[in-house]
């Protein structure tokens, strides 16, 4: 009886001659992801640029409704920043992954090893974050309190 189907023998290789990339589409891949990399950061939506976006808390006024709104524009805006910053990891990451399958993991450079590790590091802090995040909105909308909510509002400082 022969060995089930996607077993691979000790010596042979788990792919197949047909999965082989080609280096020219991956190459032109790479190029279109870099420049993808490159317009996120030329546009308003790089994680630089909306950092820089900030309104400072008397802006809105000095009563409840101003102080909320302000809390919640803070929040949106740090969301946001990390979701530009996550993209941007992630396109970067993808362009690492698309040279090494091109080039052979042997034959990328440490730079770009150890710059993948840290892309890796920092999405899963975020997806640790995000866990978090969901898992305390939960609690609150079940009636419970959250043992780390702020309810008051943001504890964070903007400029200004």
Request: aromatic share 4%.
């Amino acid at each position: 009886m022969g060995l089930p189907h996607g077993t691979v023998q000790p010596g042979e290789s788990p792919s197949s001659p047909d999965l082989k990339p080609d280096p020219e589409s991956l190459a032109d891949f790479k190029k279109a992801l870099d420049t993808v990399l490159q317009d996120l950061d030329k546009s308003y939506a790089s994680h630089s640029k909306l950092s820089d976006q900030t309104v400072t808390h008397t802006s809105y006024g000095d009563f409840d409704e101003a102080r909320t709104l302000a809390s919640t524009y803070d929040s949106v805006h740090d969301t946001l920043k990390t979701l530009a910053q996550a993209w941007g990891d992630q396109i970067e990451a993808l362009g690492i992954c698309v040279d090494m399958a091109n080039r052979g993991y042997q034959g990328v450079d440490e730079e770009h090893r150890d710059r993948l590790r840290v892309l890796q590091a920092r999405m899963q802090q975020f997806s640790a974050q995000q866990s978090q995040t969901q898992a305390q909105d939960a609690s609150l909308s079940n009636g419970g309190q959250g043992s780390t909510n702020n309810a008051g509002g943001n504890s964070r400082s903007m400029g200004g």
